[in-house]
């Protein structure tokens, strides 16, 4: 028999599933009487959309959004009942996919819509339509809107359930492109109704969704909310931190004369010091731009990452804990409840969502909702 995997493991990253309920709850609540959908692209943002995807059913979620084709199709056979959408659009040479697991394209363009009609033949089947206000990334384009508002026929015998748009800086201070946004979204849902049908509309990612009820419209798009990141940046976080990544203490070695710590020798201790090295580094995620600049907590105590991040390892200064309190075999919490994602970011030079998209492959994944405990596949 195998040892426990736990104990082989350089980190152990635990999800809290339930906590993954509540703010999908506190997203729903906050965006009704629009329904709130729940984006579970990228492997739900890192967290492990095998798990992520059933948790946010059970907690009410019936609409669910990917990016790829490939992330619906893994999503599929576990939530049955759900409408599925995929963000980017109906790939080409894979129609038939779409219509044999009932998942549900966002068109990007014309193009995307005739051929989506084309494969869908005398059945039409849902869809969602894209509109480009300000992202200039994917959506039908002014001219395309243009065309489509003069030829409403376009969209004849389709089953366009909602009419969606991106904001760019929703979570911005300045809330001029958003409004701006709005405005464009608003008006090219009165002019494409002819086209449209009984179509609602979809514009609000997580920070979107606070920005209060005209944002809202049929459905709101929340991601990274579910998952803990602050989408209300400059007041306290609403939402409750789902991940918690445990990095373990494989040494901890005292030094007394003046000695580098780490690749480049960008830290050096001046007198006596104690570093405790971990056995997680930029392999797993734990970004090269943390070096020098990361914070962990053990036991209560912060302390802050000194020298480079390597591959494979971390190191930090104990030196300020009681000496008890840092061994081998313990663990410094690197992101979580005492060290939530948005100060990772933060410190990193980067956004929640890239922290979170980050983590690694290597973890020891323990996914718990409530009082029970089950192991990631
Ligand atoms: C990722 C994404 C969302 C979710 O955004 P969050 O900011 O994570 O809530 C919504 N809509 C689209 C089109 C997206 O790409």
Redesign the pocket.
Known sequence: MSSDPAARAGAILEVDLAALAENWRRVAAQSAPAEAAA?V?ANA?GLGLRQAGPALWRAGARTF?T?QLDEALTLRPLLPQAAIYV?NGLMRGAEGDYLAHDLRP?LNTLEELARWRRACGARPRPAAL?LDTGMSRLGLDARELAVLTAEPERAAGLQLTHL?S?LAS??AADQSQSEEQLREFAHALAALRPALGAAGGSLA????VFLGPRYRFALT?????LYG?N?TPKEPNPMRQVVRLKGKILQVREIDAPRGVGYGATWRAQDRTRIATLAVGYADGYLRSLSNRGRAVIEGHEVPVVGRVSMDLITLDVSALPERTAQPGGFAELVGPAMPVDRVAEAAGTIG?EILTSLGGRYHRVYSSGDTAELGA
Do not use: D, I, Q
């Open positions: 984006v692209k943002y959004f990016a963000l966002v894209h969606m991106h929703a979570e990612n997580s920070p979107g798009r929340p991601g990274s909310a990141v989408p969502y």
